[in-house]
């Protein structure tokens, strides 16, 4: 079977344990970068390492790449393992056309997984050595991720979450949606 894909947009982490209970397998987009920028073999280490300091949005033909490599070998391992939920994927109108042009027909987009919440509540969420990018990262996000999440909106294709809850509140809002929907 083909993957099927959930793309998660917000706050970092809150969708780990409702993830495994329903048999998907969490993918961090901007984990997998930051892991091969560490790669000494990697050919991308050092251009990866700049948009990342930047707070800038890697080109996109590297990012699914390493995205696609880890849904092959999960998918190698146990056929079954094919569901998908993509974190930090897309942000912006390249990383979407990226995928247009490669994965479709090849994966399912079941939905959008949107943790809306106010720049503030984003920031605190970020990772600490993207700390000094965070101000760059802010406007990335409103320049060029949100209106991606606006576009799956007008398809009807996001499911959104308030992350400004409690962090029990917002487990079993997720728990919520993926006994209707995962
Ligand atoms: O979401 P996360 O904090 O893990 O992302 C860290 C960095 O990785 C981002 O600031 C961005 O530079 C990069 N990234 C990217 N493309 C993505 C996701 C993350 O370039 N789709
Ligand atoms: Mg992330």
Same mark, same amino acid.
């Given at each position: 079977?083909?993957?099927?894909?959930?793309?998660?947009?917000?706050?970092?982490?809150?969708?780990?344990?409702?993830?495994?209970?329903?048999?998907?397998?969490?993918?961090?987009?901007?984990? &997998?970068?930051?892991?091969?920028?560490?790669?000494?073999?990697? *050919?991308?280490?050092?251009?990866?390492?700049?948009?990342?300091?930047?707070?800038?949005?890697?080109?996109?033909?590297?990012?699914?790449? &390493?995205?696609?490599?880890?849904?092959? *070998?999960?998918?190698?391992?146990?056929?079954?393992?094919?569901k998908f939920l993509i974190d930090g994927f897309p942000r912006n109108q390249d990383n979407l056309q990226g995928w247009n042009k490669?994965?479709?027909?090849?994966?399912?987009?079941?939905?959008?997984?949107?943790?809306?919440?106010?720049?503030?509540?984003?920031?605190?969420?970020?990772?600490?050595?993207?700390?000094?990018? &965070?101000?760059?990262?802010?406007?990335?996000?409103?320049?060029?991720?949100?209106?991606?999440?606006?576009?799956y909106e007008e398809m009807g294709k996001v499911k959104k979450i308030d992350?400004?809850?409690?962090?029990?509140?917002?487990?079993?809002?997720?728990?919520?949606?993926?006994?209707?929907?995962?």
């Amino acid at each position: 079977p083909q993957p099927i894909i959930i793309f998660v947009c917000g706050v970092e982490d809150q969708t780990q344990d409702p993830v495994h209970k329903y048999g998907y397998t969490h993918l961090s987009a901007g984990e &997998l970068l930051r892991d091969e920028r560490k790669n000494p073999d990697s *050919q991308y280490g050092e251009l990866i390492e700049k948009y990342i300091k930047d707070g800038k949005i890697v080109p996109v033909e590297i990012t699914i790449s &390493l995205l696609k490599r880890e849904m092959d *070998q999960t998918m190698a391992a146990n056929a079954e393992k094919n569901k998908f939920l993509i974190d930090g994927f897309p942000r912006n109108q390249d990383n979407l056309q990226g995928w247009n042009k490669t994965m479709v027909g090849k994966a399912d987009v079941s939905f959008v997984l949107f943790f809306d919440c106010d720049n503030e509540v984003r920031g605190k969420s970020l990772s600490c050595d993207n700390r000094e990018s &965070l101000e760059k990262r802010i406007q990335t996000y409103l320049q060029s991720t949100k209106p991606i999440i606006d576009l799956y909106e007008e398809m009807g294709k996001v499911k959104k979450i308030d992350a400004s809850k409690s962090v029990d509140e917002v487990f079993d809002e997720v728990v919520k949606i993926f006994d209707k929907e995962g």
